[in-house]
């Protein structure tokens, strides 16, 4: 009974007693209602934590994406690595497919240059947001698609190695499609941004668990509060 409980035990059971079940026992719909949206909530965040959320659905730029990762087999793109980061070659034989490989291009830079970021769950893309006004970003339209040099102003190598592992990435979308971008699948940074500090503007999906954890123990006290 609640006289075996010590003074510390009794004095959260009298805060129960006060704090949720009489505040709330009016109301056993709203609170069985609110425990549940809770829940909903938690696990919301816990799969956007493990990088199954969509952050860039909303974004006007992913219309092309998509336009692009549809019409994949159309595209090719060849690159290669420079002193300071690369030259790619990106075109399609398809006049429709080609100017929506300009759009992007032309879009990505725009966006970049405001401080925003499309798959912002993933370390190699925020990670070149984060040090874009370092980044040398030259386009030239051509009939059939575009080209692209990314280079560090600087020459900084590790800033180089991120580039070219960007451009990697970029290639492995158009050969593997929804594989390579279901889910905000995340792509490593180069060891050098590791050791310099720079990943913590791309923290994985475990940087984001510990707040997910204080949500369900949130959840848990507030089922606690709405117990019959």
Known sequence: GSSDRTPVGRAIDQHF????RSGMAPLPSLRRAAVALMYAACWLRLIHA?????A?????EMDTIEYLMQNRAMIDRVWSK???GIESTTTSTNAETAAKLKQHVAEMKALVARGEVIRECDPAFKLLQSKHSDVQFDITDR????????SAK???QCLAEAIQGHAAVVSAFIAEGS???KNCRPHDVPPCA???GWTSVGASAAGALPASALCWLVALLSALCAAP
């Open 143 to 150: 009939a059939d698609g575009v080209d692209v040099r990314m």
């Open 17 to 20: 007693d006060t704090s949720c």
């Open 179 to 181: 594989a390579q971008t």
């Open 194 to 196: 590791v050791e310099l």
């Open 50 to 54: 493990a990088g199954g959320g969509d």
């Open 56 to 60: 860039d659905s909303g974004k006007p």
């Open 154 to 156: 600087n020459g900084d």
């Open 82 to 84: 420079t002193s300071s």
